[in-house]
T-cell receptor, first 116, second 115 residues
Framework: AQSVTQPDIHITVSEGASLELRCNYS??????LFWYVQSPGQGLQLLLK??????LVQGIKGFEAEFKRSQSSFNLRKPSVHWSDAAEYFC??????????????FGAGTRLAVHP | KAGVTQTPRYLIKTRGQQVTLSCSPI?????VSWYQQTPGQGLQFLFE???????NKGNFPGRFSGRQFSNSRSEMNVSTLELGDSALYLC??????????????FGPGTRLTVL
């Protein structure tokens, strides 16, 4: 069965420090992988996605993620965190069904706090 | 283009009541998916509609239902509300332009509180 694991529930970093959020997935085929961010009281905003090709993908707001098939991982990174990055981050795998419809399976999320 | 809109943004109901939530997708998007977000269960897929047909449903009781109109707008309904139905309900639309994956764009959600 498909699943996504985000091992870290909460992470606190200092402003300006680097960030890495971990994500491991379980999926039988080549996965469609996503990172979404959710600010308090808001919906989900897509940060970046991986479908195929280059395993290092760039997203919005200075984020990047690296797909490692051997480790079934898709970790999110940012070289220098800003206070406005404080939010909850969700990793997700996209499941495509033979009927043409899709659904997202989400991890539990990682809540990021940023110290000034 | 305007983004996905959901109404109402906040809703308070009591146990046993029913509720209807609305979602207007991005113009031109024909697929609408619904997700439930709770602190205990996280984000879970409810169902997906395309061309007024439900194509996929998650593991939720029959109290949860939905429909899609010819203009792609969608509604979801929860009958006989329970305390555990308190959640943020998120709607996502996608263009369904090709086979494989079609990126889902989320609305701001409807916060439902059941008292």
């Amino acid at each position: 069965a498909q699943s996504v694991t985000q091992p870290d529930i909460h992470i606190t970093v200092s402003e300006g420090a680097s960030l890495e959020l971990r994500c491991n997935y379980s999926y039988g085929a080549t996965p469609y992988l996503f990172w979404y961010v959710q600010s308090p009281g808001q919906g989900l905003q897509l940060l970046l996605k991986y479908f195929s090709g280059d395993t290092l993908v760039q997203g919005i707001k200075g984020f990047e993620a690296e797909f490692k098939r051997s480790q079934s991982s898709f970790n999110l990174r940012k070289p220098s965190v800003h206070w406005s990055d404080a939010a909850e981050y969700f990793c997700a795998v996209g499941v495509v069904f033979s009927g043409g419809y899709n659904k997202l399976i989400f991890g539990a999320g990682t809540r990021l706090a940023v110290h000034p | 283009k305007a983004g996905v809109t959901q109404t109402p943004r906040y809703l308070i109901k009591t146990r046993g009541q029913q509720v209807t939530l609305s979602c207007s997708p991005i113009s031109g998007h024909r697929s609408v998916s619904w997700y439930q977000q709770t602190p205990g269960q996280g984000l879970q897929f409810l169902f997906e509609y395309f061309s007024e047909t439900q194509r996929n449903k998650g593991n939720f009781p029959g109290r949860f239902s939905g429909r899609q109109f010819s203009n792609s707008r969608s509604e979801m309904n929860v009958s006989t509300l329970e305390l555990g139905d308190s959640a943020l309900y998120l709607c996502a639309s996608s263009p369904v332009e090709r086979g494989g994956w079609n990126t889902q764009y989320f609305g701001p959600g409807t916060r439902l509180t059941v008292l």
